[in-house]
């Protein structure tokens, strides 16, 4: 987290000197303190995440390009002649155990054009999708195989 917050302010701050770089950890290091203890922010999540960088980068490297793929897809679907939308509501189960994996899996969801996450209790799915062939293989998708791994 502390690493999160310095990045911040050396974004906001536009520039690096020594001053702004002593300055910035000094405040990262007070702010993240007072996350872990005044909202008990645990800090195994940090290790966690930190472990977890790179399948988290893959992770955003896939919703970007599933959102392109989809979104082309449903510009298609808009002014294509042959087929219009044919709505539909599934229902699944992730199989993700962790809280956080699933509402990130509700999000990227909800994300992707045509598709959004009606409901989200647990790993129980309720999502509408545009048309039928946008549902196939949810149950496995590219994001639910990627937090599995992220999850270990």
Not at 116 to 138: K, M, N, S, W
């Amino acid at each position: 987290m502390c690493i999160i917050f310095l990045l911040i302010w050396l974004i906001f701050n536009g520039r690096v000197t020594p001053e702004i770089l002593i300055i910035g950890c000094a405040l990262s290091l007070g702010v993240s303190f007072l996350f872990y203890k005044a909202l008990g922010y645990p800090i195994s999540t940090d290790k966690k995440i930190f472990k977890n960088f790179p399948l988290l980068l893959l992770y955003a490297g896939n919703l970007i390009v599933e959102i392109f793929k989809a979104a082309i897809q449903v510009a298609s679907l808009v002014w294509g002649k042959n087929k219009g939308p044919d709505p539909v509501m599934v229902e699944f189960h992730s199989g993700l155990e962790g809280e956080l994996s699933n509402v990130l899996l509700a999000n990227s969801i909800t994300l992707t054009p045509g598709t959004f996450t009606v409901h989200q209790e647990g790993d129980r799915f309720i999502v509408h999708c545009l048309r039928p062939e946008y549902a196939e293989g949810i149950e496995e998708s590219s994001f639910i195989q990627l937090l599995r791994r992220v999850g270990r």
